[in-house]
């Protein structure tokens, strides 16, 4: 269901015009939007990110150990999914990798910056639909299989509103995915670069997950094999005043293949059932009551 974000009032139908007032999202684009008066600035994230993103993320090796995780917990967790919805798709990096674990499904992305959903469109193809919207007012209602957050949450003051956002837009028994960084402890420059609000404390996000309505499927760290680096680099160079977040997603090639064998260690170790304690991050699935 459609869900009129001036009037609340929910309607089907492929026509965006609101049966009951009359109200309509705008295009910016050749996108819907359904917050533009946050389109092209906001306190979530720098104006360019997503250029560099779009130059960086198939060359490290953080991202591309994250999609393969977060494709697994999909094939083996939500497998039957029919319509998925990615909050925050951005360029359209993790957006794609979930279309192709779920060939069937219809593939719908979301992102607040619109400069971000031109990124997307080239890289899905077409495979996706795309608008733009602020995740605190989602504007559908019972209308999805699975929702994903991928390092999104902490860019938004709000997550607890987000999270009730989503119940509602997900289906009764509807699935959840969400990463998040992990330990107050790591704050560094690049928290502060990357317009972070938060990282979270182990436990806090399942809490928040549980009091929003949903049930726990899986909730484990990851990035820990690589934990004691990352807390050493962290509290090392990151906390300088002229510290270059965008160096450590442009290592030599061999370097960036070699810290990805220990975030496979992590992945293996979370596909054969084992929850991880700590790390650098963490990875809730969940189930809409």
């Known amino acids: 269901m459609k869900r009129c974000l001036t009037c609340l009032a929910e309607f089907s139908g492929s026509n965006w015009g609101c049966p009951q007032c009359g109200g309509a999202p705008h295009a910016i684009g050749g996108v819907l939007a359904f917050a533009p008066e946050l389109a092209l600035e906001n306190d979530g994230m720098a104006p360019d990110a997503h250029h560099t993103l779009d130059q960086m993320q198939h060359r490290s090796f953080w991202f591309r150990a994250r999609n393969r995780l977060l494709t697994d917990m999909v094939r ?4 039957q999914t029919k319509a998925l919805l990615e909050i925050g798709c951005g360029t359209g990096y993790v957006l794609s990798a979930l279309a192709q674990a779920l060939p069937h499904a219809r593939i719908v992305g979301s992102e607040i910056y619109a400069n971000g959903l031109d990124y997307a469109a080239q890289r899905l193809e077409g495979r996706a639909e795309l608008f733009q ?9 019972d209308e ?3 929702i994903a957050a991928c390092d999104v949450l902490e860019h938004i003051d709000d997550d607890e509103q987000v999270l009730l956002e989503m119940h509602r837009a997900l289906r009764p028994g509807g ?3 969400l990463t998040v960084p992990q ?8 928290d502060e670069i990357a317009f972070h609000k938060r990282r979270y404390r ?8 549980r009091q929003a309505g949903f049930d726990i499927v899986r909730d484990t760290s990851f990035v820990s094999t690589l934990l004691p680096l990352l807390v050493l680099q962290r509290l090392t160079q990151g906390r300088r005043d002229d510290y270059d977040a965008d160096a450590e997603f442009s290592l030599p090639a061999w370097l960036d293949r070699m810290l990805e064998i220990p975030m496979e260690v992590d992945r293996l170790s979370i596909r054969l059932g084992l929850s991880l304690p700590t790390g650098g991050s963490r990875l809730v699935l969940a189930r809409r009551r």
């Open 76 to 79: 083996h967790y939500f497998p």
């Open 133 to 141: 919207m602020d995740a605190t007012a989602i504007p559908f209602t």
């Open 144 to 146: 999805f299989d699975l």
């Open 175 to 177: 699935g959840l995915l």
């Open 183 to 190: 330990h107050p402890f790591l704050w560094s420059q690049s």
């Open 202 to 209: 182990i436990g806090e996000l399942s809490r928040k997950v």
